[in-house]
């Protein structure tokens, strides 16, 4: 019961201050289509228009009609009708428009008369191109544009954008922080509720199209019959949104599921049972994208345990799917606990002699960097390397090795920095981008992956911040020359307001925050240090696992004398992997970028850096300045607690303040271990950490999610 003076109280509160923000829990993503300011409502279109009847138009269709009428709040839209056509359409083609570039899959939008009346026209060569174009105009409206004078045209830079989940038969998701598997694998094909839906249109907004339903450590049993109608019926709600489902192919089926006694891709027989199964899924999805395999990697299976190549076995594969025009996408991460070279370099020295092996609808994935989606890595050295080969970038989305969800880390910064990395293989300007978009080498079949960080929870990520990195992903895929901290502006407005007071504090989160992980967990080129299977939190001194490359150890090669990977001639000589101008960089400390100080070079601790201090000392000040920019995070963040409903703002901060206290936890027992090592003084005026190091040592963390594998 409130007292007379409580009542009182509440009643004057409810008059003085600005009404909350409603709640919300983040589950409309970029689509939160919310009303607009009286001008831009009134100058939303009177009326949507559609050419055409087919799946896709009427879907294009439904999202404006349901996006502007959430615009429009209480007003009536009295701009010209929107109309959405293909070029094909007999009142488009009059107009002569530039479509010559838009390839299957752009759109343009643009204000003209059609039929005598003036009208918005979304079109494109195709309905695909048109309905990207209905997300275009939404996008572009949200983040602020206005309807007057738009004119907008683009088209994918890339061929094949697709997210590749780690989703299991059981419902768990390997390195997944945000629930269970999307995919309820017990009631498909009977049931494929809203959410499917939902998510075809999410990923359409961005132009993904494809997806990989299963992890690429595969169980054959998404091969079975049952697996591939449940599969069917996903490709069938993704259809209209031009979304291919692709599977993860376990190379070993022919023996579990066929009976065979190998899986040998030579033998006759094992490429009969691949032509027929590849034959009875097209039967059930004739638009299935075709196969991706991981083989010879952890554990899975793969033509090298007959002694054949990787390109035999793609090739296998490839055959199978090829009369279908199915593709095939070939992991070049492999590595082998019986090779004793450098992890870094076992994918190069395995591909790269297979260039020009490769069947033609054969892509070879490669993940951004030569170890495995550290907070960072120099590009991977087979970029630039394989020309003959199409060269798929595989990209992380989920943060197995930044911190899950709850650590904020944009990573759009971090894939800028991959696609604008010069591999110098044609000269200055040989970048990363132009090998995936086909630039360099002249390749018309092109992709890009993300391992997707999408789940059953409510919000899809685990974290309002991190939707941000599966919107990067579709935006850059779509179209690599955006910069990352334009993304990130486009998605702060969509995903909030707007409003430059709230956009302007965000990207200056988001734009620093990828940076400040590798500070305090792996600076200077330091990497692989987290806890062993779960890759949580820190463990650099683990040394003792039975393959000698899964130990943090292993990577830092820290003693009493210095610290880092020495990977030029003295050592591996990981840096002759690269084009000859960059390995002369990379060879040299003095030449090489400090990111990427310790990842190819064993240096003392007392090496001088750029800043005049020592290693150590250097050292120790990046992990200060990395929890320093989180605490500066937290601030931003707080004082925005205005502008965002309370139930994403009091997540986000949450998450913020578990991020601190890792941040402190990464640095302190970093510090205590390299010290045990190095034995060296606090650099002056830095605290030595609170707890010695068998306290850090102690910690475990068997239930930590996402460790499936
Ligand atoms: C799907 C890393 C991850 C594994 C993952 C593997 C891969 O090793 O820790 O969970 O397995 O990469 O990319 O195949």
């Given at each position: 019961?409130?007292?007379p003076?409580?009542?009182?109280?509440?009643?004057l509160a409810a008059?003085l201050l600005?009404?909350?923000?409603?709640a919300?829990?983040?589950h409309?993503?970029?689509?939160r289509?919310?009303?607009?300011?009286?001008e831009?409502?009134?100058?939303?279109?009177?009326?949507?228009?559609?050419?055409?009847?087919?799946?896709?138009?009427?879907a294009a269709?439904?999202e404006?009609?349901?996006?502007?009428?959430?615009?429009?709040?209480?007003?009536?839209?009295r701009?010209a009708?929107?109309?959405?056509?293909?070029?094909?359409?007999?009142?488009?083609a009059?107009?002569?428009?530039?479509?010559?570039d838009?390839?299957?899959e752009?759109?343009?939008?643009?204000?003209?008369?059609?039929g005598?009346?003036?009208a918005?026209?979304?079109t494109?060569?195709s309905d695909i191109?048109v309905?990207?174009?209905?997300?275009?105009?939404?996008?572009?409206?949200?983040?602020?544009?206005?309807?007057?004078?738009?004119?907008l045209?683009?088209?994918?830079?890339?061929g094949?954008?697709?997210l590749n989940?780690?989703?299991?038969?059981?419902?768990?998701?390997?390195?997944?922080y945000?629930?269970?598997?999307?995919?309820d694998?017990w009631?498909?094909?009977?049931?494929?509720g809203?959410?499917?839906?939902?998510?075809?249109?999410?990923?359409?907004?961005?132009?993904?199209?494809g997806?990989?339903?299963n992890?690429v450590?595969?169980?054959a049993?998404?091969l079975?019959?049952p697996?591939?109608?449940?599969a069917?019926a996903?490709?069938?709600?993704f259809?209209?949104y031009g979304?291919k489902?692709?599977?993860?192919?376990?190379?070993?089926?022919?023996?579990?599921?066929?009976?065979?006694?190998?899986a040998?891709?030579l033998?006759?027989?094992?490429?009969?049972?691949w032509?027929?199964?590849?034959?009875?899924?097209?039967?059930?999805?004739?638009?299935f994208?075709?196969?991706?395999?991981k083989?010879?990697?952890?554990?899975?299976p793969?033509?090298?345990?007959?002694?054949?190549?990787h390109?035999?076995?793609?090739?296998?594969?490839a055959?199978?799917?090829?009369?279908?025009g199915?593709?095939?996408?070939?992991?070049?991460?492999?590595?082998?606990?019986?090779?004793?070279?450098?992890?870094?370099?076992?994918?190069?020295?395995?591909?790269?002699?297979?260039?020009?092996?490769?069947?033609?609808n054969?892509?070879?994935?490669?993940?951004?960097?030569?170890i495995?989606?550290?907070?960072?890595e120099?590009?991977?050295?087979?970029?630039?390397?394989?020309p003959?080969?199409?060269?798929?970038?595989?990209?992380?989305?989920?943060?197995?090795?930044?911190?899950?969800?709850?650590?904020?880390?944009?990573l759009g910064t971090?894939?800028?920095?991959?696609?604008?990395?010069?591999t110098?293989v044609r000269?200055?300007?040989?970048?990363?981008?132009?090998?995936?978009?086909?630039?360099?080498?002249?390749?018309?079949?092109?992709?890009?992956?993300?391992?997707?960080?999408?789940?059953?929870?409510?919000?899809?990520?685990?974290?309002?911040?991190?939707?941000?990195?599966w919107?990067?992903?579709?935006?850059?895929?779509?179209?690599?020359?955006?910069?990352?901290?334009?993304?990130?502006?486009?998605?702060?407005?969509l995903t909030f307001?707007?409003?430059?007071?709230?956009?302007?504090?965000?990207?200056s989160?988001?734009?620093?925050?990828?940076?400040a992980?590798v500070?305090?967990?792996t600076?200077?080129?330091?990497?692989?240090?987290?806890g062993?299977?779960?890759?949580?939190?820190?463990?650099?001194w683990?040394?003792?696992?039975a393959?000698?490359?899964?130990?943090?150890?292993?990577?830092?090669?820290?003693?009493?004398?210095?610290?880092?990977f020495d990977?030029?001639s003295?050592?591996?000589?990981?840096?002759a992997?690269?084009?000859?101008?960059?390995?002369?960089?990379?060879?040299?400390p003095?030449?090489?970028?400090e990111?990427?100080?310790?990842w190819?070079h064993?240096?003392?601790?007392?090496?001088?850096?750029?800043?005049?201090r020592?290693?150590?000392?250097?050292?120790?000040?990046?992990?200060?300045?990395?929890?320093?920019?989180?605490?500066?995070?937290?601030?931003?963040?707080?004082?925005l607690?205005?502008?965002?409903?309370a139930?994403?703002?009091?997540?986000?901060?949450?998450f913020?303040?578990?991020?601190?206290?890792?941040?402190?936890?990464?640095?302190?027992?970093?510090?205590?271990?390299?010290?045990?090592?190095?034995?060296?003084?606090m650099p002056?005026?830095?605290?030595?950490?609170?707890?010695?190091?068998?306290?850090?040592?102690s910690?475990?963390?068997?239930?930590?999610?996402?460790?499936?594998?």
């Amino acid at each position: 019961m409130f007292t007379p003076l409580r009542r009182w109280l509440l009643v004057l509160a409810a008059i003085l201050l600005p009404a909350p923000a409603l709640a919300e829990d983040g589950h409309d993503l970029w689509l939160r289509y919310r009303p607009l300011a009286a001008e831009g409502a009134a100058a939303l279109p009177a009326a949507v228009e559609r050419r055409g009847d087919t799946p896709t138009l009427r879907a294009a269709e439904a999202e404006l009609i349901r996006a502007f009428a959430a615009m429009a709040g209480e007003t009536q839209g009295r701009g010209a009708r929107v109309v959405l056509a293909a070029a094909a359409d007999p009142q488009v083609a009059a107009l002569g428009l530039p479509l010559g570039d838009l390839g299957t899959e752009g759109y343009l939008i643009r204000q003209v008369r059609l039929g005598d009346a003036p009208a918005t026209l979304v079109t494109g060569n195709s309905d695909i191109g048109v309905l990207h174009g209905a997300f275009a105009l939404l996008r572009h409206l949200g983040s602020g544009g206005a309807l007057a004078g738009v004119d907008l045209a683009s088209a994918p830079r890339i061929g094949l954008r697709v997210l590749n989940h780690w989703d299991n038969l059981d419902g768990s998701v390997e390195r997944g922080y945000s629930g269970e598997s999307i995919w309820d694998w017990w009631t498909l094909p009977e049931y494929t509720g809203p959410r499917y839906t939902d998510y075809a249109r999410a990923n359409a907004a961005l132009g993904i199209n494809g997806t990989v339903l299963n992890n690429v450590n595969a169980k054959a049993d998404s091969l079975t019959a049952p697996y591939i109608a449940k599969a069917a019926a996903l490709a069938e709600v993704f259809r209209p949104y031009g979304i291919k489902v692709y599977l993860s192919a376990r190379f070993s089926a022919p023996v579990e599921l066929g009976g065979l006694d190998t899986a040998d891709p030579l033998d006759p027989q094992v490429q009969a049972w691949w032509d027929a199964k590849a034959a009875e899924i097209y039967r059930a999805i004739p638009d299935f994208g075709g196969f991706l395999v991981k083989a010879n990697s952890e554990g899975q299976p793969g033509p090298r345990d007959y002694d054949r190549s990787h390109a035999d076995g793609a090739n296998m594969l490839a055959r199978a799917v090829a009369p279908h025009g199915g593709i095939v996408m070939w992991r070049a991460f492999v590595y082998a606990d019986t090779d004793p070279d450098d992890r870094g370099k076992q994918a190069y020295t395995e591909f790269k002699p297979l260039d020009g092996q490769f069947a033609d609808n054969v892509l070879v994935q490669v993940k951004n960097g030569a170890i495995d989606f550290q907070p960072r890595e120099p590009f991977h050295p087979l970029f630039g390397a394989m020309p003959q080969t199409p060269l798929m970038l595989e990209l992380q989305i989920t943060k197995e090795y930044l911190g899950f969800n709850t650590h904020l880390a944009y990573l759009g910064t971090m894939w800028e920095e991959v696609l604008d990395a010069d591999t110098m293989v044609r000269g200055a300007g040989s970048t990363v981008a132009r090998v995936v978009d086909g630039s360099l080498e002249g390749h018309q079949l092109t992709g890009i992956a993300g391992v997707a960080n999408i789940g059953a929870d409510r919000n899809w990520s685990g974290s309002t911040f991190d939707q941000a990195n599966w919107y990067a992903f579709g935006r850059l895929a779509w179209d690599h020359t955006l910069p990352a901290e334009a993304i990130a502006r486009e998605w702060a407005a969509l995903t909030f307001t707007p409003d430059p007071a709230l956009t302007g504090p965000v990207v200056s989160m988001m734009m620093g925050s990828r940076q400040a992980v590798v500070d305090y967990m792996t600076p200077l080129g330091l990497a692989h240090l987290m806890g062993t299977g779960h890759h949580y939190g820190p463990a650099p001194w683990i040394a003792d696992l039975a393959r000698p490359e899964w130990n943090p150890a292993y990577y830092h090669k820290a003693d009493r004398q210095g610290i880092g990977f020495d990977r030029t001639s003295t050592g591996s000589n990981a840096v002759a992997q690269y084009a000859a101008p960059l390995a002369a960089r990379f060879a040299d400390p003095a030449t090489t970028p400090e990111a990427d100080l310790l990842w190819f070079h064993h240096l003392p601790w007392d090496y001088r850096m750029q800043s005049g201090r020592p290693l150590w000392a250097e050292l120790v000040h990046r992990y200060d300045r990395g929890i320093g920019n989180v605490a500066e995070m937290r601030r931003q963040w707080h004082a925005l607690a205005p502008l965002v409903d309370a139930e994403r703002h009091e997540q986000t901060a949450a998450f913020l303040a578990i991020q601190q206290r890792d941040a402190q936890w990464w640095r302190d027992a970093s510090i205590a271990y390299w010290r045990s090592l190095n034995g060296l003084p606090m650099p002056g005026g830095a605290a030595a950490p609170p707890r010695d190091l068998d306290y850090y040592q102690s910690l475990s963390f068997p239930y930590a999610p996402g460790n499936t594998g």
